[in-house]
């Protein structure tokens, strides 16, 4: 068929300008955001690209079956690009630009492949509509117009491209007929037409093809579906390094803290936004979300963009924005109790295909609370002035840190004389529950013969909580002196016995000029079953063990394998598994300075983490925190399962199963 | 128009320990606080400067350490903090300091108009709850004492009203400014202090008033104005009752020790 050619330039052109600008529009506003480096290592960057983008791991992963379906819609579209290029192009100049003037060898295997991923196409677009239709999933808007205006805009493209490849085909034209299977079936709905009607027929057809497409693309940046223009790019940009480890802030006069207004996210931040696919994995995972709680991570980050799109063109004009990011109420700003509902356990970052970063910008915005406008939840006060006046959460006195080592000869660290620094932290020193572990640990490094000394009372609060909760300025302070200590101690080597604290001193210090060795206790009783220098005569019964991941341990820092082993070697059965575990492991509820808050909407975390484990009927739950200690503790009780269920940490399983 | 806060730096009274050997109070490596009562006096006066316009200045009398507490007060939101620091002013007694705290703030009257001298009840170091009538004394002002709630100020009539909690009762008393009124720490709930205003807090200006500038007859103040001394600080010996077990590390074992007890004793019972 023949192109007007004359009609079709103008209207590309005019599409294609519509297009630039758009995309100018939205674009520009990303830049408003403040810098963030995200071009070192350009070649991981190209290799995480291709493994997550165009290969789709995280679409496909954690048990989505309905990746799958996306997994072939993004390679049909990514070929039919091609398809689809050189329609455009042969539009413009008919007689010059045509694949089928290829040789016959490369034209007739792309006209099969064009033909068939094609269908395919077709088909995975029409799942997806029954599936938002028949069994729409709770986690995501399922039946928003957006979604079906561009399923429907896909579907009536690939109709179209068979409709008017048929018709080619019944013209006779179309010299790889034999090969596109599809669309000589087609063909032979227009057999018996004349040549005129064909010839009108190609021609609607091939203008239906066209602006459907021009449509499609002028939809894009309006749509939910920019993410198909920068998702790729936003898995090249994304965090190399654990993205949880928060950017530290410049205490300088006159600068600003934390985010309370949208052009200060970064522009990676601001980027993510628009990156959303609005496939709700974020909210599916959350604990808050499931819990009933107002956090929703895929409405912070729609937000997010929404607040974008309205302040951001104010903004730019040095005008006054109208809708606050923080305060809630409407789409496009975020209330404070969405903020303080986090409990910054990353599961949200660990499915996102996009590798959207909710947590730093939750804290980023917790940081302008707290750090600008002193708006928090009360509970916290209290909470902020002990860490502060005596560097631990409950206002003890700092002498009575040592108190769990009354009974003990414990030696205080000494560089050169002792090999590690046993840093015991708050709850391991105060929390009387939490000492029994603290003694654990000390049985268990004697019996194994390890070298080791405590700071006892000048030990201070690695100050997680703080930092978690946007009270950067107090944690600044902390991390310098504790790293200050560290330093003049002559300290190397760490053992923690909580997840937080070793997070902290090994994924936040190295922030304020030190490296440290730091190993969790759950790393290092496994390493010594393993070498030997424990033996165990497992003799205590502990029945079923169900094993929870915390969140600072597994999915922060990967330690997955270790308590899982010294379980087993203990009790010689491997310990039974949530539903959730792993990196999808549910919190306990007490992460990113939860421990410290009320909790009065909806569910309580930790009671629906002591259901999901009493579904397993244990005897005994390991756990390797003692936040999670805590957490497990109160819910048994709650359940009043606490006769029939202990909970231990794991440095109790191993010290109970030393030889006497 | 001002509102004048006297705060104290004390000693973290909480990790303050006795020397079983001398019976001393061991008040080395102690940290300073801001007296509790006084951070709720300076929470209240910050509170009538939001409402009113009131400009808040703190005084301390103390060694020059003081500047601490005061930085602090400054980074709550205090707009001027002045330190009342020399040595013949130490070793006061409540008599003394209240002469001195009293001076200091004739002076500023001087300048400007004084709405409320802001006090704590009482500090949790001395404990006197003297100071703050003893300045007001001095200069002449209504005392509000006991103060847990300011209702109003009447700026244009020049009244300030207030709620006093006393024993079994409240009372509501207007009364003329200038006043000063003592603070209970049910008053009021204290900010956090915002970040922008630690760091102006960090090096902002603390002026030092001592004697050269105050020019106080010396035997009016310190050790010399004086009409206390101390002789000695001791725990007295605890001549009834007993510590039971070890209720940190043993908190469940302790607990049931301390019910033993109370149900042998007959004070508690089991039903
Ligand atoms: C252990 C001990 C025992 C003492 N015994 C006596 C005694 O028996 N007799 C005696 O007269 N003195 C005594 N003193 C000294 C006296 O109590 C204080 O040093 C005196 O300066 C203030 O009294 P106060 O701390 O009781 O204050 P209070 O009268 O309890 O304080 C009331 C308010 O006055 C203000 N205020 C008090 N002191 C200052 C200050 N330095 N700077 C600014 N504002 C201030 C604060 O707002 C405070 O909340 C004793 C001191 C100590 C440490
Ligand atoms: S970090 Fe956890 S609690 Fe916070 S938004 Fe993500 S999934 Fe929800
Ligand atoms: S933030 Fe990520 S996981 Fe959440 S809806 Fe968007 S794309 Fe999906």
């Keep these: 068929m023949s192109v007007n050619v004359a009609v079709f330039i103008p209207v590309l052109v005019i599409a294609a300008a519509l297009f630039i600008w758009s995309c100018f529009r939205r674009f520009r506003l990303v830049l408003l955001g403040k810098p963030a480096n995200r071009f070192r290592n350009i070649g991981k960057r190209v290799k995480s690209m291709i493994y997550f983008a165009f290969g789709q791991r995280c679409t496909v992963n954690h048990g989505y079956k309905f990746g799958l379906n996306h997994l072939v819609l993004f390679w049909c579209f990514m070929i039919l690009l091609i398809a689809n290029t050189e329609f455009l192009l042969h539009g413009l100049s008919p007689n010059v630009i045509s694949f089928s003037r290829l040789t016959h060898g490369v034209y007739y295997p792309l006209a099969y492949i064009f033909d068939v991923l094609s269908v395919l196409a077709l088909a995975s677009v029409i799942i997806a509509i029954i599936r938002r239709l028949v069994f729409p999933p709770y986690y995501i808007q399922a039946r928003s117009r957006d979604a079906f205006t561009i399923l429907g805009l896909i579907a009536v493209l690939m109709l179209a491209f068979f409709s008017l490849h048929g018709t080619e085909i019944a013209q006779g034209k179309e010299i790889a007929a034999k090969y596109m299977p599809i669309s000589n079936a087609f063909s032979h709905i227009f057999s018996g037409a004349s040549a005129g009607t064909l010839g009108a027929y190609a021609n609607a057809f091939w203008w239906l093809h066209a602006v459907v497409l021009l449509s499609f693309l002028n939809y894009l940046p309006y749509s939910k579906h920019m993410h198909i223009l920068t998702s790729i790019p936003n898995v090249f940009f994304r965090s190399t390094t654990k993205v949880n480890t928060q950017l530290p802030e410049e205490f300088k006069k006159g600068n600003t803290f934390g985010v309370g207004q949208v052009n200060q996210f970064s522009w990676k931040d601001l980027f993510d936004s628009y990156s959303c696919t609005e496939c709700g994995r974020c909210s599916n995972m959350c604990p808050a979300t499931y819990t009933g709680k107002l956090l929703n991570p895929r409405l912070v980050i729609h937000d997010i963009k929404v607040n974008l799109l309205k302040n951001g063109p104010l903004i730019a004009q040095s005008k006054a924005t109208n809708m606050p990011l923080i305060g809630g109420g409407q789409e496009g700003s975020i209330a404070d109790e969405v903020l303080w509902a986090c409990t910054t356990c990353g599961a949200c970052m660990e499915v996102c295909p996009v590798f959207i970063e909710h947590v730093p910008k939750i804290v980023d915005m917790r940081r302008n609370l707290v750090e600008m406008k002193a708006k928090f939840p009360t509970e916290l006060l209290p909470f902020f002035e002990n860490i502060e006046q005596r560097s631990n959460p409950w206002g003890i006195v700092p002498s009575d840190r040592i108190k769990w080592a009354a009974d003990l000869n414990v030696k205080p660290f000494e560089a050169g004389k002792t090999e590690y620094l046993f840093y015991v932290g708050c709850f391991g020193a105060f929390d009387a529950r939490s000492r029994k572990v603290t003694l654990s640990i000390a049985q268990i490094l004697n019996t194994a013969g390890i070298s080791w000394g405590i700071l006892g009372k000048d030990e201070l609060c690695c100050g997680d909580s703080l930092r978690r909760l946007g009270n950067e300025f107090v944690f600044d302070r902390m991390a310098r002196d504790n790293v200050k200590i560290f330093k003049d101690r002559g300290v190397k080597k760490v053992i923690t016995e909580c997840p937080h604290c070793y997070n902290t001193l090994k994924n936040d210090y190295h922030q304020y000029g030190i490296e440290l060795d730091v190993i969790h206790h759950t790393e290092l009783l496994n390493n010594l079953i393993k070498s030997g220098k424990l033996s165990l005569n497992g003799s205590k019964d502990l029945g079923n063990v169900v094993f929870h991941d915390s969140c600072y341990l597994g999915r922060y820092n990967n330690i997955y394998e270790a308590p899982r082993q010294a379980v087993t070697s203990v009790t010689h059965r491997v310990p039974t598994e949530m539903e959730r575990n792993l990196e999808k492991s549910f919190c306990c509820g007490a992460g990113g300075g939860r421990m410290w808050m009320e909790e009065s909407t909806g569910k309580r975390i930790d009671v629906e983490r002591v259901e999901q484990a009493l579904a397993k009927n244990p005897s005994t739950i390991c756990v390797c925190c003692p936040y999670c200690l805590t957490m497990f503790e109160d819910g048994l009780k709650d359940k009043k399962a606490d006769e029939k269920v202990q909970v231990l940490d794991l440095a109790e399983i191993v010290a109970g199963a030393l030889k006497k | ?271």
């Design chain 2, 1 to 271: 128009m001002l509102v004048v806060t006297f705060v104290k730096q004390v000693p973290d009274t909480t990790q303050v320990k006795v020397d079983p050997v001398t019976g001393t109070l061991v008040r080395e490596g102690v940290p300073f606080i801001m007296n509790p009562f006084d951070v709720h006096a300076l929470e209240e006066s910050l509170r009538l400067k939001d409402k009113y316009g009131f400009r808040v200045i703190v005084l301390s009398m103390g060694p020059p350490n003081t500047e601490v507490t005061l930085r602090k007060a400054l980074a709550l939101g205090a707009d001027e903090a002045i330190l009342l620091s020399d040595r013949v002013f130490g070793g006061a007694d409540t008599l003394a300091t209240s002469a001195v705290l009293a001076e200091a703030t004739k002076k500023l009257a001087q300048k400007e108009e004084i709405a409320i001298v802001m006090c704590g009840k009482q500090t949790i170091d001395g404990d006197t709850a003297q100071v703050g009538p003893g300045i007001a004394t001095r200069l002449g002002y209504p005392q509000l004492t006991l103060v847990d709630l300011i209702v109003n100020v009447d700026l244009q009539a020049k009244k300030v009203k207030v709620r006093r909690r006393l024993e079994g009762r409240y009372e509501i008393v207007e009364s003329p400014l200038p006043s000063l009124i003592s603070i209970l720490r049910r008053a009021n709930r204290p900010r956090y202090p915002v970040v922008p205003r630690r760091l102006m807090a960090q090096d902002a200006p603390v002026e030092l008033w001592n004697n050269k500038v105050m020019g106080l007859k010396e035997d009016t103040i310190g050790l010399k104005g004086s009409a206390t001394q101390v002789r000695k600080i001791f725990s007295p010996e605890r001549t009834k009752g007993e510590i039971l077990g070890d209720g940190a590390n043993k908190p469940e074992e302790t607990a049931k020790l301390l019910i033993d007890k109370l149900l042998a004793k007959n004070i508690i019972c089991l039903k």
